[in-house]
């Protein structure tokens, strides 16, 4: 969706290992095809990781995109075969809702009529209710759309470091540790954009 919108936000990109070890690497391959972007598969190790980066930031210098896999140990041509049958037999592609985002056509998984009794949303409706489906939309003044889709770095948010921190968290770009907003508070970026550019003007 980010690559079709023409504003993608960055020029390259690490695809993630989890998803290329069971789809294969080849997944990504429309990347470099379609969009000619440089990527990478990488794993969760700080090894992979810097192969991914030092890949991509090589592919931009040299002006040669390919897809590079850089957790060959776990991620193989084709994927992993079992859990796509798996997959396949279990689930129906459907439309889904993003955090931040929205709707995106086809981009989620739902368990199919055949397995609908090891359904959570069926064992337990409560799950469905309006008020857990509002939970993930983004709260008054949160800008974690714009940081999940690389319009903004997250402490240009406007609750960055003020409303919105760790043991306060506004939204899911904070609440995860996974998040964008999380990553920058913890590796010690804690000024918003905007108190910085006051201190320096009244500097």
């Known amino acids: 969706m980010l690559l079709e919108s023409g ?3 960055f020029d390259a990109l690490v695809a993630p290992g989890h998803v290329a070890t069971i789809m294969g690497p080849e997944e990504w391959q429309f990347v470099v095809e379609r969009h000619d972007i440089p990527a990478a598969v990488a794993g969760f190790t700080s090894e992979s990781l810097l192969a991914a980066m030092y890949s991509t ?16 140990e776990v991620v193989k041509p084709g994927g992993n075969r079992a859990a796509r049958r798996q997959l396949q037999q279990a689930m129906d ?12 056509p086809a981009s989620g998984f739902t368990i199919n009529e055949k397995f609908r009794a090891h359904d959570a949303r069926q064992a337990f409706p409560s ?24 319009k903004i770095y997250p402490n240009e948010c406007r609750l960055f ?24 508070w913890s590796a010690g970026m804690r000024e918003p954009v905007a108190k910085a550019k006051r201190t320096q003007a009244n500097a």
């Not at 409303?163 to 996974?178: L, Q, Y």
């Open 7 to 9: 504003t993608p936000g």
């Open 57 to 72: 930031l090589r592919q931009l210098i040299e002006g040669r995109h390919f897809l590079d896999n850089c957790y060959p």
């Open 93 to 104: 592609v459907t439309d889904a809702n993003w955090r931040g985002v929205g709707i995106i």
């Open 127 to 150: 799950y469905a209710v309006d008020a857990r489906k509002r939970a993930g939309e983004m709260p008054p003044g949160c800008d974690c759309a714009s940081v999940v889709l690389g």
């Open 161 to 184: 470091g003020a409303a919105c921190k760790p043991r306060h968290p506004i939204g899911p770009c904070m609440v995860s540790d996974e998040g964008a907003c999380r990553i920058w």
